[in-house]
């Protein structure tokens, strides 16, 4: 018989059992079957890696359990015992990011589970924080029309879609113009799931989408010239700090407006309706539903919608460059002679 050697609290203890040796889990080829924290964690990238894994996930992965075992990389996986773990977490207070860390070191725990490095995972003994939602903010008309006219070309069309058909930043940033139909009027988004999803677009997103210069290569420009833009609009509509999903939210809650079924918006979104109607919508006014599919991007002269009057009555030449360009206004008399300020920040 050969002994079956497991690691508790770094305490070798001999168990004995009759367990057919082709049958073992366990990797005889390591001494002792120790394995030090980092050993473990190449492995788990690598595994991720090969399964497939999306480069974001498997990058924040890897950042996550770098900073866990900072100066103590060649520890033994089983030397990290709950009480050592929950301490590691309460330095992060809030709710969400201590959440996140549990996430990403459990994962490392149940993968050294799975290769028989551990007889347990030590963060299911751990327990689970609460993760309270604060209300989704959403921009307001006003808001919405005052990004578009500081957002640059260059980035526009990230805008456009996050703004108006509610995809996924993630999604956007991976995504090729040869995706946009702007015949069809739809959108091919490789979704979150790894699930093909087809996003038809409203008229408003179809006419800004037209009105970009360049039509070809990806979508999105680098993740740094993003966060320039982002603060750039952040400082024209006063807002201390982004907000997360600003514009997937708003567009969520202005799609159900528009529409008024949960289910058709939700199916857009990639998600459920529960989701979209816990987490995604805002409440929003008949005129500011209006008023927010007929925003037009010119410097001045944009039409305001008054009296709820129906966005199909709009039509604008999406135009950015040069002077003040004027909307055409059909079934709409008057035009105010410069954009609407924006409402207040946050609801």
């Known amino acids: ?25 366990l990797p005889l080829s390591r001494a002792g079957f120790s394995v030090s924290f980092a050993q473990a964690a190449r492995e788990l990238i690598a595994a991720k890696t090969a399964a497939n894994r999306r480069p974001r996930y498997v990058t924040s992965l890897r950042y996550y359990l770098a900073q866990f075992s900072k100066g103590r990389e060649n520890l033994p996986l089983e030397n990290f015992t709950p009480a050592e773990i929950e301490a590691w977490l309460n330095r992060y207070p809030g709710a ?36 309270d939602r604060p209300p989704p903010l959403i921009l307001t008309p006003g808001q919405a029309q005052t990004a578009l006219r500081v957002i640059p070309a260059l980035a526009r069309p990230y805008f456009i879609l996050g703004l108006f058909a509610g995809i996924r930043p993630e999604e956007i ?15 091919r988004v490789d979704g979150k799931t790894r699930q093909r999803r087809i996003v038809p677009l409203e008229p408003r997103a179809v006419e800004l989408l037209n009105g970009c210069v360049l039509k070809r290569g990806p979508v999105a420009p680098a993740h740094i010239t ?33 529409h008024g079924d949960a289910g058709r918006v939700a199916t857009r979104l990639g998600n459920s309706p529960a989701v979209l109607l816990t987490h995604y919508h805002e409440p929003v006014t008949a005129a500011d539903c209006a008023e927010f599919w007929a925003v037009c991007p010119t410097m001045s002269h944009n039409v305001i919608l008054a009296g709820g009057a129906s966005a ?27 954009t609407r300020p924006a409402r207040a920040a946050e609801r």
Request: hydrophobic content about 40%; overall charge positive.
């Open 1 to 25: 018989m050969e002994p079956i050697r497991c690691y508790q609290a770094g305490t070798c203890l001999i168990l004995h059992a009759t367990r057919n040796l082709s049958q073992m889990a």
């Open 96 to 131: 969400y990011a201590r959440q996140t860390w549990l996430n990403r070191l459990s994962t490392l725990f149940s993968f050294a589970v799975r290769r028989g490095y551990l007889l347990a995972n030590p963060c299911v003994r751990i327990e689970r924080v609460s993760v």
């Open 173 to 187: 940033e991976r995504m090729d113009w040869s995706q946009i139909d702007l015949v069809t009027k739809t959108v």
């Open 226 to 258: 993003l966060c320039r833009v982002k603060r750039k609009v952040r400082n024209a509509l006063g807002l201390k700090k982004w907000p997360q999903d600003l514009l997937r939210h708003t567009a969520a809650s202005y799609l159900l407006a528009l």
């Open 312 to 338: 199909s009555k709009i039509k604008c030449d999406g135009k950015t460059h040069g002077a003040n360009q004027l909307a055409v206004v059909t079934g709409i008399e008057g035009a105010n002679s410069g």
